[in-house]
Protein backbone atom coordinates (compact mmCIF):
# COMPACT_ATOMS: atom_id res chain seq x y z
CA UNK A 1 0.00 0.00 0.00
CA UNK A 2 0.87 3.54 -0.75
CA UNK A 3 2.22 5.22 2.11
CA UNK A 4 -0.04 8.03 3.47
CA UNK A 5 1.76 11.59 4.38
CA UNK A 6 2.52 11.34 8.06
CA UNK A 7 -0.15 13.13 10.32
CA UNK A 8 2.63 14.10 13.15
CA UNK A 9 2.35 18.01 13.60
CA UNK A 10 5.68 18.14 11.96
CA UNK A 11 5.15 17.56 8.93
CA UNK A 12 2.19 19.77 8.65
CA UNK A 13 4.08 22.92 9.37
CA UNK A 14 3.89 23.49 6.17
CA UNK A 15 0.38 25.57 5.18
CA UNK A 16 -2.53 22.92 5.52
CA UNK A 17 -5.83 23.46 6.40
CA UNK A 18 -7.04 23.40 9.88
CA UNK A 19 -8.23 20.17 11.34
CA UNK A 20 -11.66 20.35 11.70
CA UNK A 21 -13.07 17.58 11.49
CA UNK A 22 -14.30 15.75 15.14
CA UNK A 23 -17.64 16.53 14.03
CA UNK A 24 -17.61 14.98 10.40
CA UNK A 25 -15.92 11.89 12.46
CA UNK A 26 -19.50 11.96 14.45
CA UNK A 27 -21.43 12.70 11.02
CA UNK A 28 -20.62 8.91 9.42
CA UNK A 29 -20.50 5.72 10.44
CA UNK A 30 -17.56 4.20 10.74
CA UNK A 31 -16.99 0.81 10.75
CA UNK A 32 -13.25 0.71 11.78
CA UNK A 33 -12.62 -1.36 15.08
CA UNK A 34 -12.19 -0.03 18.12
CA UNK A 35 -7.89 0.45 17.91
CA UNK A 36 -8.39 1.97 14.15
CA UNK A 37 -11.25 4.60 16.04
CA UNK A 38 -8.75 5.64 18.62
CA UNK A 39 -6.16 5.97 15.80
CA UNK A 40 -7.84 8.19 14.28
CA UNK A 41 -9.10 10.15 16.88
CA UNK A 42 -5.23 10.36 17.80
CA UNK A 43 -4.34 11.88 14.25
CA UNK A 44 -7.04 14.46 14.51
CA UNK A 45 -5.91 15.60 17.40
CA UNK A 46 -2.86 15.80 15.89
CA UNK A 47 -3.78 17.48 13.31
CA UNK A 48 -5.30 19.78 15.96
CA UNK A 49 -2.21 20.80 16.97
CA UNK A 50 -0.74 21.88 14.09
CA UNK A 51 -2.96 25.01 14.09
CA UNK A 52 -0.24 26.05 17.01
CA UNK A 53 2.61 25.25 15.14
CA UNK A 54 2.11 28.19 12.58
CA UNK A 55 -0.42 30.41 11.22
CA UNK A 56 -3.85 29.07 10.65
CA UNK A 57 -4.89 30.82 7.62
CA UNK A 58 -1.32 29.18 6.13
CA UNK A 59 -2.82 25.91 7.01
CA UNK A 60 -6.24 26.70 5.72
CA UNK A 61 -5.54 25.56 1.84
CA UNK A 62 -6.65 22.41 2.26
CA UNK A 63 -9.76 20.29 3.32
CA UNK A 64 -8.28 17.94 6.06
CA UNK A 65 -11.43 15.50 6.91
CA UNK A 66 -9.83 12.50 9.00
CA UNK A 67 -13.90 10.60 8.82
CA UNK A 68 -12.01 10.21 5.56
CA UNK A 69 -9.68 7.44 5.01
CA UNK A 70 -6.93 8.73 3.72
CA UNK A 71 -6.55 12.41 4.96
CA UNK A 72 -6.42 14.26 1.71
CA UNK A 73 -3.21 15.70 0.99
CA UNK A 74 -2.04 18.79 -1.23
CA UNK A 75 -0.20 16.51 -3.76
CA UNK A 76 -3.32 14.10 -3.76
CA UNK A 77 -1.58 11.22 -5.54
CA UNK A 78 -0.26 9.66 -1.45
CA UNK A 79 -3.51 9.14 -1.38
CA UNK A 80 -4.34 5.20 -0.63
CA UNK A 81 -7.84 4.54 -1.41
CA UNK A 82 -7.38 0.44 -1.93
CA UNK A 83 -9.05 0.16 1.00
CA UNK A 84 -12.36 0.37 -0.81
CA UNK A 85 -11.95 -2.26 -2.78
CA UNK A 86 -13.42 -4.30 0.47
CA UNK A 87 -17.38 -3.48 0.30
CA UNK A 88 -17.37 -4.14 4.27
CA UNK A 89 -15.06 -0.95 4.63
CA UNK A 90 -17.19 1.57 2.90
CA UNK A 91 -19.96 3.77 5.04
CA UNK A 92 -22.16 4.55 2.28
CA UNK A 93 -20.67 8.35 1.47
CA UNK A 94 -21.41 10.06 -1.74
CA UNK A 95 -17.32 10.37 -2.68
CA UNK A 96 -16.72 6.99 -1.93
CA UNK A 97 -17.82 5.84 -5.61
CA UNK A 98 -15.39 8.25 -7.10
CA UNK A 99 -12.51 7.38 -5.11
CA UNK A 100 -12.33 3.61 -6.69
CA UNK A 101 -13.43 2.68 -9.76
CA UNK A 102 -12.34 -0.74 -10.25
CA UNK A 103 -12.04 -1.67 -13.81
CA UNK A 104 -11.48 -5.54 -13.78
CA UNK A 105 -12.88 -8.58 -12.17
CA UNK A 106 -9.84 -8.54 -10.06
CA UNK A 107 -9.84 -5.36 -8.44
CA UNK A 108 -5.63 -5.06 -9.71
CA UNK A 109 -6.95 -1.96 -12.51
CA UNK A 110 -8.90 0.32 -10.94
CA UNK A 111 -9.00 4.95 -11.20
CA UNK A 112 -9.25 7.05 -8.42
CA UNK A 113 -10.76 10.41 -9.05
CA UNK A 114 -11.36 13.53 -7.33
CA UNK A 115 -11.12 17.23 -7.51
CA UNK A 116 -10.41 20.76 -5.92
CA UNK A 117 -12.51 24.03 -6.38
CA UNK A 118 -10.96 26.55 -4.80
CA UNK A 119 -11.87 30.39 -4.18
CA UNK A 120 -10.00 33.15 -2.22
CA UNK A 121 -9.68 36.48 -1.69
CA UNK A 122 -7.35 38.75 -0.99
CA UNK A 123 -7.24 42.76 -0.20
CA UNK A 124 -4.02 44.32 0.54
CA UNK A 125 -3.10 48.32 1.83
CA UNK A 126 -0.17 50.08 1.79
CA UNK A 127 1.61 46.40 -0.17
CA UNK A 128 5.38 47.32 0.55
CA UNK A 129 4.46 49.32 3.45
CA UNK A 130 3.49 51.80 0.72
CA UNK A 131 5.81 51.46 -1.73
CA UNK A 132 3.54 50.13 -3.96
CA UNK A 133 -0.35 50.72 -5.28
CA UNK A 134 -2.99 48.68 -2.64
CA UNK A 135 -3.82 45.59 -4.40
CA UNK A 136 -7.40 43.18 -4.32
CA UNK A 137 -8.04 40.30 -6.49
CA UNK A 138 -9.68 37.02 -6.15
CA UNK A 139 -8.23 33.68 -7.24
CA UNK A 140 -9.91 31.23 -8.67
CA UNK A 141 -8.97 27.41 -8.97
CA UNK A 142 -10.20 23.94 -10.79
CA UNK A 143 -8.23 21.04 -10.23
CA UNK A 144 -9.80 17.62 -11.13
CA UNK A 145 -7.54 14.43 -10.78
CA UNK A 146 -7.29 11.24 -11.90
CA UNK A 147 -5.09 8.71 -10.75
CA UNK A 148 -4.81 4.64 -12.65
CA UNK A 149 -3.62 1.56 -11.14
CA UNK A 150 -2.72 -1.34 -13.28
CA UNK A 151 -0.45 -3.58 -11.02
CA UNK A 152 2.50 -2.08 -9.86
CA UNK A 153 2.40 0.80 -12.57
CA UNK A 154 0.19 3.73 -12.15
CA UNK A 155 -0.41 6.98 -14.26
CA UNK A 156 -2.08 10.26 -12.47
CA UNK A 157 -3.08 13.29 -13.79
CA UNK A 158 -4.02 16.69 -12.76
CA UNK A 159 -4.64 19.60 -15.13
CA UNK A 160 -5.60 22.93 -14.09
CA UNK A 161 -8.09 25.55 -14.76
CA UNK A 162 -7.12 29.15 -13.08
CA UNK A 163 -7.92 32.40 -13.52
CA UNK A 164 -7.82 36.08 -10.98
CA UNK A 165 -10.57 38.40 -11.25
CA UNK A 166 -10.44 42.49 -9.80
CA UNK A 167 -6.80 43.20 -10.67
CA UNK A 168 -5.54 45.89 -12.32
CA UNK A 169 -1.77 45.16 -12.33
CA UNK A 170 -0.11 42.78 -14.51
CA UNK A 171 -0.35 39.01 -13.46
CA UNK A 172 2.37 36.93 -11.85
CA UNK A 173 3.36 33.41 -12.62
CA UNK A 174 1.65 32.27 -9.01
CA UNK A 175 -1.50 34.39 -10.25
CA UNK A 176 -2.64 32.49 -13.01
CA UNK A 177 -1.30 29.65 -15.83
CA UNK A 178 -4.70 29.39 -17.93
CA UNK A 179 -5.43 26.54 -18.16
CA UNK A 180 -2.53 23.72 -17.65
CA UNK A 181 -1.24 20.82 -17.12
CA UNK A 182 -0.13 20.49 -13.30
CA UNK A 183 1.02 16.96 -12.24
CA UNK A 184 1.42 14.43 -14.94
CA UNK A 185 3.68 11.48 -14.25
CA UNK A 186 4.02 7.58 -14.47
CA UNK A 187 5.36 5.45 -11.51
CA UNK A 188 6.95 1.46 -11.16
CA UNK A 189 6.73 -0.04 -7.47
CA UNK A 190 8.23 -3.41 -6.71
CA UNK A 191 8.72 -5.25 -3.63
CA UNK A 192 12.88 -5.45 -2.72
CA UNK A 193 12.01 -7.05 0.14
CA UNK A 194 9.00 -8.32 1.77
CA UNK A 195 9.32 -5.48 4.30
CA UNK A 196 10.49 -2.63 1.44
CA UNK A 197 9.49 -1.28 -1.65
CA UNK A 198 11.07 0.42 -4.17
CA UNK A 199 8.87 3.55 -6.25
CA UNK A 200 10.36 4.70 -9.13
CA UNK A 201 8.81 7.84 -10.89
CA UNK A 202 9.26 10.56 -13.70
CA UNK A 203 7.15 13.96 -15.24
CA UNK A 204 5.62 16.07 -13.70
CA UNK A 205 4.80 16.65 -10.22
CA UNK A 206 4.06 18.49 -6.98
CA UNK A 207 7.05 17.37 -4.53
CA UNK A 208 6.90 18.60 -0.58
CA UNK A 209 10.23 17.49 1.63
CA UNK A 210 9.53 17.17 5.11
CA UNK A 211 8.33 20.17 6.80
CA UNK A 212 8.75 21.60 3.46
CA UNK A 213 10.81 24.36 4.11
CA UNK A 214 13.07 23.70 1.11
CA UNK A 215 11.10 21.98 -1.49
CA UNK A 216 7.70 22.60 -1.37
CA UNK A 217 4.13 22.63 -3.49
CA UNK A 218 3.85 26.44 -3.00
CA UNK A 219 -0.03 25.45 -1.91
CA UNK A 220 -1.13 28.67 -0.24
CA UNK A 221 -1.03 30.58 -3.95
CA UNK A 222 -3.10 30.37 -6.38
CA UNK A 223 -0.03 28.12 -8.60
CA UNK A 224 1.29 25.62 -7.06
CA UNK A 225 4.99 25.33 -7.55
CA UNK A 226 5.19 21.75 -10.03
CA UNK A 227 8.47 20.04 -10.83
CA UNK A 228 9.63 17.93 -13.71
CA UNK A 229 12.39 15.17 -13.50
CA UNK A 230 12.80 11.39 -11.80
CA UNK A 231 12.95 9.99 -8.44
CA UNK A 232 13.37 6.99 -6.58
CA UNK A 233 11.95 6.51 -3.70
CA UNK A 234 12.41 3.08 -0.65
CA UNK A 235 9.93 2.39 1.93
CA UNK A 236 9.93 0.45 4.91
CA UNK A 237 7.86 0.40 7.25
CA UNK A 238 10.22 2.69 9.59
CA UNK A 239 12.40 4.18 7.53
CA UNK A 240 11.94 6.01 3.94
CA UNK A 241 15.16 7.30 1.63
CA UNK A 242 14.33 9.47 -1.63
CA UNK A 243 16.71 10.36 -4.17
CA UNK A 244 15.42 13.18 -6.74
CA UNK A 245 16.36 15.05 -10.27
CA UNK A 246 14.49 18.21 -11.20
CA UNK A 247 13.44 21.08 -12.69
CA UNK A 248 11.08 23.62 -11.15
CA UNK A 249 8.26 24.25 -14.05
CA UNK A 250 7.73 28.11 -15.06
CA UNK A 251 4.23 28.97 -15.16
CA UNK A 252 3.25 30.84 -18.25
CA UNK A 253 -0.17 32.96 -18.34
CA UNK A 254 -1.50 31.42 -21.01
CA UNK A 255 -2.89 27.85 -21.80
CA UNK A 256 -0.40 24.97 -22.00
CA UNK A 257 2.85 27.12 -21.94
CA UNK A 258 4.37 25.96 -18.71
CA UNK A 259 7.69 24.41 -19.31
CA UNK A 260 10.75 22.84 -17.37
CA UNK A 261 12.56 26.06 -16.51
CA UNK A 262 16.63 26.02 -18.06
CA UNK A 263 17.42 28.45 -15.25
CA UNK A 264 17.18 25.82 -12.38
CA UNK A 265 17.79 22.67 -11.36
CA UNK A 266 17.32 20.91 -8.25
CA UNK A 267 18.77 17.29 -7.00
CA UNK A 268 19.58 15.40 -3.84
CA UNK A 269 18.76 12.43 -1.18
CA UNK A 270 16.30 13.07 1.91
CA UNK A 271 15.87 10.26 4.00
CA UNK A 272 13.46 10.06 7.22
CA UNK A 273 14.11 7.56 10.01
CA UNK A 274 10.89 7.05 12.15
CA UNK A 275 11.49 6.29 15.43
CA UNK A 276 7.53 4.49 16.57
CA UNK A 277 5.04 2.31 14.42
CA UNK A 278 3.05 5.21 14.23
CA UNK A 279 5.42 7.69 12.98
CA UNK A 280 4.64 10.27 15.62
CA UNK A 281 8.22 10.89 15.94
CA UNK A 282 11.42 10.50 14.03
CA UNK A 283 14.48 12.35 12.10
CA UNK A 284 15.56 13.49 9.01
CA UNK A 285 18.73 14.01 7.20
CA UNK A 286 19.27 15.34 3.64
CA UNK A 287 21.58 16.33 1.04
CA UNK A 288 19.67 19.13 -1.86
CA UNK A 289 21.37 20.61 -4.52
CA UNK A 290 20.56 23.37 -6.58
CA UNK A 291 21.98 25.16 -9.39
CA UNK A 292 20.22 28.65 -10.65
CA UNK A 293 21.80 30.39 -13.56
CA UNK A 294 20.92 33.73 -12.52
CA UNK A 295 20.12 34.21 -9.01
CA UNK A 296 19.46 37.42 -7.23
CA UNK A 297 20.72 39.02 -4.02
CA UNK A 298 21.54 42.77 -2.16
CA UNK A 299 25.05 42.07 -3.33
CA UNK A 300 24.21 41.38 -7.06
CA UNK A 301 23.40 38.70 -9.56
CA UNK A 302 25.02 35.64 -11.14
CA UNK A 303 25.11 32.18 -11.61
CA UNK A 304 24.76 30.01 -8.50
CA UNK A 305 25.61 26.55 -6.94
CA UNK A 306 24.21 25.96 -3.43
CA UNK A 307 24.84 22.17 -1.29
CA UNK A 308 22.79 22.13 1.51
CA UNK A 309 23.09 19.26 4.33
CA UNK A 310 20.31 19.33 6.82
CA UNK A 311 18.54 17.41 9.62
CA UNK A 312 15.01 17.70 10.78
CA UNK A 313 13.56 15.89 14.40
CA UNK A 314 10.29 16.09 15.24
CA UNK A 315 7.73 14.38 17.70
CA UNK A 316 4.16 14.32 18.87
CA UNK A 317 3.89 12.72 22.22
CA UNK A 318 0.14 13.96 22.74
CA UNK A 319 0.11 17.58 24.77
CA UNK A 320 3.72 17.87 23.95
CA UNK A 321 5.02 18.72 19.63
CA UNK A 322 8.72 19.21 18.35
CA UNK A 323 9.61 20.16 15.26
CA UNK A 324 13.36 21.73 15.37
CA UNK A 325 15.70 21.63 11.78
CA UNK A 326 19.22 22.81 10.53
CA UNK A 327 21.13 23.16 7.85
CA UNK A 328 24.95 24.21 6.63
CA UNK A 329 24.68 25.50 3.20
CA UNK A 330 28.39 25.78 0.37
CA UNK A 331 28.94 26.12 -2.68
CA UNK A 332 29.74 29.24 -5.51
CA UNK A 333 28.02 32.18 -6.35
CA UNK A 334 29.36 34.43 -9.54
CA UNK A 335 32.20 32.24 -9.25
CA UNK A 336 33.18 32.55 -5.09
CA UNK A 337 32.47 30.49 -2.22
CA UNK A 338 29.39 30.97 -1.10
CA UNK A 339 28.03 29.71 2.67
CA UNK A 340 25.00 29.81 4.33
CA UNK A 341 22.88 28.69 7.63
CA UNK A 342 20.00 28.23 9.17
CA UNK A 343 18.42 27.10 12.36
CA UNK A 344 14.57 27.32 13.57
CA UNK A 345 12.49 25.21 15.66
CA UNK A 346 8.63 24.89 17.07
CA UNK A 347 7.76 24.30 20.63
CA UNK A 348 4.31 23.39 21.48
CA UNK A 349 1.81 22.24 23.89
CA UNK A 350 -1.80 21.42 24.35
CA UNK A 351 -4.08 21.39 26.95
CA UNK A 352 -5.95 17.99 26.37
CA UNK A 353 -8.45 17.96 28.98
CA UNK A 354 -9.20 21.91 29.20
CA UNK A 355 -12.51 23.41 27.25
CA UNK A 356 -11.65 24.32 23.51
CA UNK A 357 -8.03 22.29 23.90
CA UNK A 358 -6.15 25.86 23.77
CA UNK A 359 -2.71 24.92 22.05
CA UNK A 360 0.19 26.91 22.37
CA UNK A 361 3.06 27.18 21.26
CA UNK A 362 6.13 29.41 20.27
CA UNK A 363 8.48 29.32 17.41
CA UNK A 364 12.02 31.00 16.59
CA UNK A 365 14.43 30.88 13.69
CA UNK A 366 17.52 32.14 13.04
CA UNK A 367 18.61 32.03 8.95
CA UNK A 368 22.00 33.79 7.71
CA UNK A 369 22.68 36.99 5.89
CA UNK A 370 25.60 38.52 3.99
CA UNK A 371 27.96 39.66 6.74
CA UNK A 372 30.08 42.51 3.76
CA UNK A 373 28.36 43.03 0.81
CA UNK A 374 31.56 44.19 -1.11
CA UNK A 375 33.60 41.35 -0.74
CA UNK A 376 33.12 38.25 -3.31
CA UNK A 377 31.81 35.88 -0.55
CA UNK A 378 28.29 35.10 -0.23
CA UNK A 379 26.63 34.29 3.14
CA UNK A 380 22.97 34.54 2.32
CA UNK A 381 20.97 31.54 3.24
CA UNK A 382 19.04 30.24 0.42
CA UNK A 383 15.83 28.16 0.97
CA UNK A 384 15.70 26.77 -2.35
CA UNK A 385 11.78 26.47 -2.94
CA UNK A 386 9.85 27.12 0.27
CA UNK A 387 5.97 27.24 1.28
CA UNK A 388 4.15 29.95 -0.64
CA UNK A 389 2.67 31.35 2.05
CA UNK A 390 5.45 31.00 4.82
CA UNK A 391 4.66 33.17 7.69
CA UNK A 392 1.16 32.91 7.19
CA UNK A 393 -1.41 34.79 5.03
CA UNK A 394 0.33 37.95 5.00
CA UNK A 395 4.01 37.07 4.00
CA UNK A 396 6.17 40.55 2.63
CA UNK A 397 9.41 39.00 3.84
CA UNK A 398 11.02 35.47 3.38
CA UNK A 399 13.16 33.36 5.11
CA UNK A 400 16.55 34.67 3.77
CA UNK A 401 18.74 37.67 6.36
CA UNK A 402 16.05 37.05 9.39
CA UNK A 403 15.80 36.49 13.08
CA UNK A 404 11.94 35.41 13.68
CA UNK A 405 10.07 35.27 17.09
CA UNK A 406 6.65 34.10 17.10
CA UNK A 407 3.94 32.57 20.08
CA UNK A 408 0.84 32.06 18.59
CA UNK A 409 -2.45 30.36 20.49
CA UNK A 410 -5.42 27.92 18.64
CA UNK A 411 -8.73 27.05 20.17
CA UNK A 412 -11.58 24.82 18.90
CA UNK A 413 -14.67 26.27 20.68
CA UNK A 414 -16.70 24.54 18.17
CA UNK A 415 -16.07 21.13 16.93
CA UNK A 416 -16.26 22.50 13.34
CA UNK A 417 -13.99 25.91 14.07
CA UNK A 418 -11.05 26.88 15.19
CA UNK A 419 -9.79 30.08 15.66
CA UNK A 420 -5.73 31.39 15.73
CA UNK A 421 -4.23 34.23 16.91
CA UNK A 422 -0.46 34.27 16.16
CA UNK A 423 1.92 37.68 16.79
CA UNK A 424 5.44 37.97 15.62
CA UNK A 425 8.98 39.80 15.30
CA UNK A 426 11.48 40.12 12.74
CA UNK A 427 15.05 41.04 13.02
CA UNK A 428 17.76 41.37 9.70
CA UNK A 429 20.14 38.73 11.14
CA UNK A 430 22.90 40.73 9.28
CA UNK A 431 22.35 44.33 9.15
CA UNK A 432 25.11 44.40 5.85
CA UNK A 433 22.25 42.32 4.07
CA UNK A 434 19.13 43.28 2.83
CA UNK A 435 15.45 41.89 3.57
CA UNK A 436 13.94 39.30 1.24
CA UNK A 437 10.57 38.01 -0.18
CA UNK A 438 9.35 34.23 0.03
CA UNK A 439 10.34 33.61 -3.38
CA UNK A 440 13.97 35.51 -3.26
CA UNK A 441 13.57 38.97 -4.75
CA UNK A 442 15.29 42.35 -2.87
CA UNK A 443 12.31 43.45 -0.75
CA UNK A 444 14.74 46.55 0.77
CA UNK A 445 18.03 47.01 0.41
CA UNK A 446 20.40 46.99 3.04
CA UNK A 447 22.63 49.43 1.67
CA UNK A 448 20.96 52.06 3.77
CA UNK A 449 20.55 51.24 7.07
CA UNK A 450 22.22 49.65 10.19
CA UNK A 451 19.15 48.91 11.63
CA UNK A 452 18.41 45.62 12.72
CA UNK A 453 14.51 45.66 13.72
CA UNK A 454 12.34 44.80 10.54
CA UNK A 455 8.92 45.17 12.58
CA UNK A 456 5.95 42.87 13.97
CA UNK A 457 3.22 41.06 12.41
CA UNK A 458 -0.36 39.86 13.82
CA UNK A 459 -3.07 37.66 12.78
CA UNK A 460 -6.10 36.74 13.63
CA UNK A 461 -7.98 33.38 11.24
CA UNK A 462 -11.32 31.74 12.08
CA UNK A 463 -11.84 28.63 9.89
CA UNK A 464 -14.87 26.49 9.51
CA UNK A 465 -15.28 23.00 8.13
CA UNK A 466 -18.78 23.07 6.78
CA UNK A 467 -19.05 20.19 5.09
CA UNK A 468 -16.46 17.49 5.65
CA UNK A 469 -15.75 18.86 1.93
CA UNK A 470 -16.24 22.09 2.37
CA UNK A 471 -13.81 24.33 4.11
CA UNK A 472 -14.81 28.61 4.53
CA UNK A 473 -11.49 30.57 6.12
CA UNK A 474 -11.57 34.12 6.91
CA UNK A 475 -7.76 36.22 8.38
CA UNK A 476 -7.29 39.42 9.35
CA UNK A 477 -3.44 40.33 8.99
CA UNK A 478 -1.30 43.40 9.82
CA UNK A 479 2.38 43.96 9.68
CA UNK A 480 4.34 47.32 11.26
CA UNK A 481 7.25 48.51 10.06
CA UNK A 482 10.48 48.78 12.43
CA UNK A 483 13.15 50.57 12.13
CA UNK A 484 14.94 49.21 9.33
CA UNK A 485 11.48 49.70 7.19
CA UNK A 486 11.26 53.47 8.60
CA UNK A 487 14.80 54.33 7.54
CA UNK A 488 14.62 52.67 3.97
CA UNK A 489 11.48 54.00 2.25
CA UNK A 490 7.83 54.26 3.13
CA UNK A 491 6.60 52.65 6.11
CA UNK A 492 3.02 51.96 6.79
CA UNK A 493 0.98 49.62 8.63
CA UNK A 494 0.74 46.60 5.59
CA UNK A 495 -2.92 45.01 6.13
CA UNK A 496 -4.86 42.25 4.68
CA UNK A 497 -8.16 40.42 4.53
CA UNK A 498 -8.30 37.22 3.37
CA UNK A 499 -11.26 35.05 2.72
CA UNK A 500 -11.30 31.13 1.04
CA UNK A 501 -13.81 28.63 0.02
CA UNK A 502 -12.44 25.35 -0.49
CA UNK A 503 -14.29 22.64 -1.79
CA UNK A 504 -12.32 19.26 -2.32
CA UNK A 505 -12.65 15.31 -2.53
Not at 15 to 41: D, N, W, Y
Not at 54 to 71: D, E, H, K, N, S
Not at 205 to 211: T, W
Amino acid sequence: MRRVKNLSVSDLVTPTEPALIFKSLQRRPCRRSGRARLRIVKQSVALATALAATPLVAQAQVGTGLGRAPTLTNERYNEDWIYLADPVSRTGHWTEPFKYIALDDNRSTYLVTGMEARSRYEGYANVNWGSAPNDAYIWHRFMPYADLHMGAVRFFAQPIVSSISGVDRPTRPVDTTGTDMLQAFGELRMDVTERMSLSLSMGRKLVSLGAGRFIDTRYGVNIPQAFEGADATLTSQFRQVTALYYHPVDNGPGDFDDRSSRQKAVWGVYATQWLDAKRAIGIDAFYLGLRDNAAVYDQGTGKEIVHTFGSRVFGDKGSWHWNIEGALQGGHFAGHPRTGWGIGGEVGYRFLNVPTTPDFSFLSEVISGDDNPRDQRLGTFNPLFPRGKYFGALSPIGPRNLIRARPGVTVVPYTDVAVSLTGAAYWRQSVADGVYGVAGNVVRSGRDSTARFIGTQIELTVAWQATPELNVTASVSAFEAGTFIRETGPAQTIRMLGIMANYRF
